[in-house]
């Protein structure tokens, strides 16, 4: 069975950081590229990064770029979300995604003071 279980998320202050974490099971994890999409209250979803399955090929939405980083573990099925600068419209459900085909639960960021 396939899974992808994100954790990390919870209630920061503007400018603050967050580092969100997700454990892949069921799937061959070094085969897949890797994505972090976020659905933030009301609106749909919004892709925010992506790795390939060597880590060479990393990409950003551009609201993001220079604030969060995008990284993974391919000996621990570990895929990461350094998330620093936060600002209140990065409040969101973020989910990890394997090649968008395979979606975790999601776990919430909340910025606000």
């Known amino acids: 069975e396939v899974q992808l279980v994100e954790s990390g998320g919870g209630l920061v202050q503007p400018g603050g950081s967050l580092r969100l974490s997700c454990v892949a099971s069921g799937f061959t994890f070094n085969h897949w590229p890797m994505n972090w999409v976020r659905q933030a209250p009301g609106k749909g979803l919004e892709w925010i990064a992506s790795?390939?399955?060597?880590?060479?090929?990393?990409t950003y939405r551009d609201s993001v770029k220079g604030r969060f980083t995008i990284s993974r573990n391919n000996a621990d099925n570990t895929l990461s979300l350094q998330m620093d600068s936060l600002r209140p419209d990065d409040t969101a459900v973020y989910y990890c995604?394997?090649?968008?085909?395979?979606w975790g639960k999601g776990t919430l960021v909340t910025v606000s003071s």
């Open positions: 995604t394997a090649g968008l085909s395979y």
């Open positions: 790795i390939n399955n060597g880590s060479v090929i990393i």
